[in-house]
């Protein structure tokens, strides 16, 4: 496959990540027993998309108290439910964006308790928090940290009384990257495919819901927008018909990102719609996919990785078909604002 | 000013919004006295953002627990934070919101306290819930529902004893009509401007946050996708430099929307940068406007009215300029889905 290294993404993701489980295991039994109000992720661009479905998983599945909060907006809002007994859970590749870091050294100040996973060592985010997972690596960094998420937010429950099924969910966990590698090569074409169609289409509409929101915004906004210099609208399968619904014709690129959750019949309904009205419809559904070894109850959970890793065949190959590198940027990083 | 009765924006607003204080005074102590766990701020489309300002302030003023919900995600998700303890919020201007009459029963069939805001009298949803105020009308019933909810959700900060200013700052809420009047008066030269400049534009970029977003969420979702068919992306303040930037160039329409809270200074940094790189910035300041009687301290809150009646003068420009009734769909109750 173009630009994807098999062996390493299994040893990165595979063996490197899975030897962190007794670590997170050790950290979040530390701070159980030392016990908590609620928990806080916070995040900024593609750090704080990927929170949101963990925010939704914990919502649906947990009466733990849970906030996803954009690191700048934290920053200033001055919020009424986070005090010293707030765990605050951060992500960043490189451990360097600002506002990850100067929200992760407020939450410490507050005296809160501070997680990170960061792929970059000995950076200003490994230094300031009090557990930290630091990978190593930025390639596949984002299919590690879900994975190192899964089992950070299900030991919180299991810790919780309210997820028994740890055990069996984290044995799973050891056999997500190979179902990821095996969704994104079966799909690879398809991704392909999807970019050569579309390598002129100057806006996408991308509808997601439930535990899929996160990747919904995300592959709008960061990838997209800001490394193909595409316009692209996320919206929420919930609110599709209250707004976006009026701008599809019969030429608009509408990609529906389906996944496994109690959602999905929000998703279908936004699928009867477009199908009726666009020639451009592109689903992309996680139940195509296999994911070997893991068991019906939990591939609701696990199709946040799944989508995510066909997403990104998507975005090497709209790079290739349409000449535009994705590390290429007008603004930043470019000049100071 | 085109289309704009202002003898009866005054009846519907100051003469008959302010006439329900006591009615919702009674009931919130009501509910105080009885005791709730959490607020579910529940909507669909233009009401679920109509919420989110309500949201932030309770986030940054209130330990009260509070969670903003897509009605039809709230339906499927099974939020395990509600309960029978959990107090219920609703608004719709029909009464008649298919989502939003189903979460409202959903909620009431599981024991919990619910609340609407509605226009019409003798709708499902005025039927299905615990307390109702019923407006009776449809004109300006935006404007009327953002002042009740001032009035209903501080009450319940009153109540939380986090509100001692409670008295002044309802009898400020009764200066806020004439003080949206006078707002929209100076301001519709200026809308008419906008509207005459931006006939043909086809995408603008909306930016906002802190108590704002929902009305940059909302403007863009609901009045210019679905109301005029115009592309627009709504982005919030502290996420634009995580992408959306990007896209910006010489002849971007991007459209501010400034408030006067904490977060402010996100909308500066945005602010900085656009009007470095595009000649086609628009900023909309509540700041500009004088909210006579409004004490300093509060007008950061009332500007979510101010804000929401300054577009309100927009949209019914760029409904003449641009020849395109705001109440043409070509969907939306023209096919089933």
């Known amino acids: ?27 979040v039994d530390e701070i159980c027993k030392k016990g908590y109000s609620n928990i806080f992720l916070i995040g900024a661009g593609g750090t ?19 906030q996803a909060e954009i690191a700048a907006e934290f ?8 005090s010293k007994d707030s765990v605050c859970i951060f992500t960043s590749v490189s451990g360097t964006t600002e506002e990850t870091v100067a929200a ?25 928090v009090d557990y ?44 997500l990257p190979k179902a990821i590698l095996n969704s994104v090569k079966a799909f690879d074409a398809k991704a392909e495919e999807f970019a050569s169609k579309h390598k ?23 990838i997209l927008e ?33 996944g496994e959750d109690e959602t999905r019949p929000l998703m279908d309904r936004v699928e009867r719609f477009a199908e009726k009205i666009t020639k451009q419809l592109t689903v992309i559904d996680t139940k195509d996919f296999e994911m070997e070894g893991i068991s019906e109850e939990f591939r609701n959970h696990f199709s946040v990785s799944i989508n995510w890793a066909l997403l990104s065949r998507i975005s090497v190959h709209l790079e290739r078909e349409r ?15």
């Open 226 to 258: 800001e490394m193909q210099w595409i316009h692209a609208k996320s919206i929420h399968a919930a609110e599709f018909f209250h707004g976006t619904l009026e701008l599809v014709v019969e030429d608009t690129s509408v990609i529906l990102l389906k």
């Open 48 to 66: 704080i998309a990927m929170m949101y479905p963990y925010e939704y998983i914990l919502k649906s599945n947990s009466t733990i108290e849970v």
């Open 104 to 128: 992760a050294k407020l939450c410490k100040e507050r005296g809160a308790t501070t997680i990170a996973l960061v792929a970059e060592p000995n950076t200003p985010l490994t230094q300031v």
């Open 323 to 337: 000449n535009h590198p994705l590390t290429l940027r007008r603004y930043y990083r470019q000049m100071a604002y």
């Open 200 to 222: 002129d289409t100057d806006y996408h509409m991308m509808v997601g819901s439930g535990n899929l929101w996160g990747n919904t915004y995300s592959y709008a906004m960061c």
């Open 1 to 27: 496959m173009l630009k994807y290294d098999e062996e390493l993404f299994l040893r990165l993701v595979e063996e490197e990540g899975l030897a962190y489980r007794e670590q997170i295991e050790n950290f």
């Open 132 to 175: 930290c997972i630091t990978t190593g690596s930025e390639t596949h960094s984002f299919d590690t940290f879900f994975m190192l998420l899964y089992m950070l937010v299900f030991r919180f429950m299991y810790n919780n009384n309210e997820f028994p099924q740890y055990e069996q969910f984290t044995n799973e966990v050891a056999l």
């Open 75 to 82: 920053m200033v809002m001055n919020n009424k439910r986070f």
